[in-house]
């Protein structure tokens, strides 16, 4: 097989393309899963039983089933029933949600760790309840979860590729648009993998530094 | 009544029960104002139950405390009793045993978040005081380190300048130098003594007799949730009455 990537530059416009929407869906899935996922943590941890259900439900639903098949039922299920949200952001909401189930199980884990001798510290020194949380317990367990968010972070950025089977022209639909047009999928494809690969990279590097922040203070 | 005759802590009858066992057994005392009383005995006597309780976080199930005329335990519930306590507990600095500083903060911050959270204090002069009580336990240059990086004696000389940062009416010491190395507890012992001739009111539990004969004004003696002697320091501990705490003192000075 030869390869000929002069095939590429002519779609250089519809990669870039795909990359920024790859880079948006990530940065958007990624806050929602963080934002989500400590929010979930709380109501699994403290809220009243009214609120906890739902939670567990919902972690139970997505837990259970692929994000792909999650996808297709968020998607074409709604519409079925007469609800037509856009694509990017159900695609966005659905792959958010479904890493912020686990996020929320790393949260909790990261704020029962955190010492119970901070509680009292904090508490003895005046501040509420609320307070004691909002300053020293989720600071603390934040900096403890961070690694394992960030990965999560890199399998959710991998994971964007599944919104091209509802429509989302990220990386790997535009990749099989250029593909359609000059029948040369490797070219391509590894042009895209490539690609993936330079924003592995960039995250991981930004990981890199703030464990080593989290190093000062351990 | 003025502020200047009412005691500074004041425990009425105070009982604690955790299910079926009972830790205090009814205990009165009363501080006065600039005194230092320090609380020995075996562990396990409710010593540190006792101080806990002070400041509810062990709140008692029968009793008063008053601090500087005020209740400390009101019967309030919910956002009242929130609001309450919290306010009360500003006026007591608290040291624990194991130190509990904030380990995501540096020293500094471990001094300046209450006063700015909590009183409304601008972060620059929350600061200012705050570099004043670092340089005041001998750690002016430990400002922007972070817990981690301090040893055991210079974390619990923070932990009291942590204390001193909300201005507090009395200072509750758990065991504050229990966790140290030997050759770290002399440096936090200086800090107490020097907060002891600032007449700052202090309420000691210890297991180092030397350091309670030294600074306390009166010395109670504790075992199994009772005070079974109390008294001056010279007293209590040099001539004291009863049979327990002869034998407590004998294994005590003995090691």
Known sequence: MMLDFSVVPPYAGVLLNGLLWTLLITALATTIATVCGILFALILLYAPLVLRWPVRFICFLIMGTPLLLQLFLVYYGLSQVGVNLPAFW?????????YAVYNAQIMRTAILGVDPGQTEASRALGFGRLATLRHFILPQALLVATPQLGNNTLILLKDTALLSVIGITELVLSSQLSISRTFRPFEFYLTIAALYYVINLGMEWVLRRLARRLEAIK | MTTQTQPMVLLKGIR??????EVLKGIDLTVERGKIVSIIGPSGSGKSTLLRS????????????WLNGELVNQPLTGRAYETHINAVRQKMGKVFQQFNLFPHLTALQNLTIGPIKLKGVSPAEAKVQAMELLAKVGLADKADAYPARLSGGQKQRVAIARALAMRPQVMLFDEATSALDPELVDEVNLVMKQLAAEQMTMLIVTHEMNFAAEVSDWVLFMEDGLVVEQG????????????????????????
Request: charge should be positive; aromatic fraction near 4%.
């Open chain 1, 90 to 98: 159900t695609g966005v909401a659905a792959l958010g949600l479904h």
């Open chain 2, 16 to 21: 604690k029960h955790f299910g079926s066992h």
């Open chain 2, 54 to 65: 002070i400041n509810m976080l062990e709140p008692p199930n029968a009793g008063e405390i």
């Open chain 2, 232 to 255: 001056p320091p010279e007293q209590v501990l040099k001539n004291p009455v009863m049979a327990r705490t002869q034998s407590f003192l004998r294994k005590h000075l003995a090691s």
